[in-house]
T-cell receptor
Framework: GAGVSQSPSNKVTEKGKDVELRCDPISGHTALYWYRQSLGQGLEFLIYFQGNSAPDKSGLPSDRFSAERTGGSVSTLTIQRTQQEDSAVYLC?????????????FGPGTRLTVL | SQQGEEDPQALSIQEGENATMNCSYKTSINNLQWYRQNSGRGLVHLILIRSNEREKHSGRLRVTLDTSKKSSSLLITASRAADTASYFCATTTIQGAQKLVFGQGTRLTINP
């Protein structure tokens, strides 16, 4: 079946603009994760969704970042008033179970560049 | 912040040789996973080892886990040019079982 897909693959925006990044997880996967990868910080966890439970937002770096998951499937990560330090590759992953016993399947990522 | 460190940061070997990468972590873990990343984009899961396991094999991959030393190693035998990539270890902790905490990664280059 299809893997995790993300759109857009690349996004260039101006400082101060809002951006939305989309993730389509693998069908049937109940858990969805967002990570970001930057030169300075490496790979960092941002947020985790599992079914109807409240999301784990402990990795979001500021209140400019938010995410939602509609219908237990597609997720959107929104960054408001983007800053240059938000430039990174944003990776989405999904897994079959909620707990850390299962592997996570990653999408190709969205490369965000804030000018 | 990162859970731990990987060693070496970069490794360059000849095709056919074995490659060994090490990963250390700081807190108690639920499991440890290794991922490969090509060209700075999506990660591919390679192998998962649970905290109560000491060694695991998958094809040319061998992973060991020493929870007393809070360390793991990934061995790739008979390396191929296609193995050139960055390799990351990632842990899930008992407290935060859902999220992966990644190491800094090892950049592996296989020379033909």
């Amino acid at each position: 079946g299809a893997g995790v897909s993300q759109s857009p693959s690349n996004k260039v925006t101006e400082k101060g603009k809002d951006v939305e990044l989309r993730c389509d997880p693998i069908s049937g996967h109940t858990a969805l994760y967002w990570y970001r990868q930057s030169l300075g910080q490496g790979l960092e966890f941002l947020i985790y969704f599992q079914g109807n439970s409240a999301p784990d937002k402990s990795g979001l770096p500021s209140d400019r970042f938010s995410a939602e998951r509609t219908g237990g499937s597609v997720s959107t990560l929104t960054i408001q008033r983007t800053q240059q330090e938000d430039s990174a590759v944003y990776l989405c992953a999904s897994s079959r179970w909620p707990r850390g016993l299962a592997e996570q399947f990653f999408g190709p990522g969205t490369r965000l560049t804030v000018l | 912040s990162q859970q731990g460190e990987e060693d070496p940061q970069a490794l360059s070997i000849q095709e056919g040789e074995n490659a060994t990468m090490n990963c250390s972590y700081k807190t108690s873990i639920n499991n440890l996973q290794w991922y490969r990343q090509n060209s700075g984009r999506g990660l591919v899961h390679l192998i998962l080892i649970r905290s109560n396991e000491r060694e695991k094999h998958s094809g040319r991959l061998r992973v060991t886990l020493d929870t007393s030393k809070k360390s793991s190693s990934l061995l790739i035998t008979a390396s191929r040019a296609a193995d050139t990539a960055s390799y990351f270890c990632a842990t899930t902790t008992i407290q935060g079982a859902q999220k992966l905490v990644f190491g800094q990664g090892t950049r592996l280059t296989i020379n033909p």
